[in-house]
């Protein structure tokens, strides 16, 4: 069932956001407002630390510096019920990058990336959840 409802915005705010649909080729108003909405409640709902998501964790690391290899994947085998998979890319002679896709509940997730990130050899590690409850 669709509901519809007035919104009454600033003539600045209207235009950019005209721009905004045109930018990222929404059919229209309703619909860019509608993928807007469900952004700001996933982004609410993954900060719930007992809900499930989904989720990637890049990791970027020099995999010259001594056993940084090793204590990832140590790390990852701690997290087994987490991953789905993951991906190893090759950069340049030095650094890669490892894309680990994860389920499970928000604070799980957040404590496998926090451990990544202390790892010595990673210079960077992020961490994107979502949840599909507001599609």
């Known amino acids: 069932m669709v509901k519809r409802f007035g919104v009454s915005m600033d003539v600045d705010l209207l235009n950019r956001f005209d ?3 045109k930018k990222y080729g929404y059919k229209n108003r309703s619909e860019a407002l509608r ?13 719930n630390e ?21 204590k ?17 890319i090759h950069v340049d002679r030095r650094n890669c990058i490892e894309n680990i896709v994860v389920k499970g509940k928000n604070r799980d997730i957040s404590s496998l ?23």
């Open 19 to 21: 721009l905004f649909i």
């Open 113 to 135: 990336a926090q451990r990544l990130r202390t790892v010595e050899g990673v210079s960077s590690v992020k961490l994107l959840l979502t949840n599909y409850t507001y599609m």
């Open 50 to 70: 007992d809900d499930v998501s989904f989720g990637t964790i890049v990791i970027v690391y020099d995999h010259e510096i001594d056993e940084v290899n090793d």
């Open 35 to 47: 993928e807007i909405i469900r952004e700001r409640l996933i982004d609410e709902t993954v900060k």
């Open 72 to 88: 990832l994947v140590d790390l990852q085998h701690e997290y087994t019920g987490l991953i789905i998979f993951s991906t190893h």
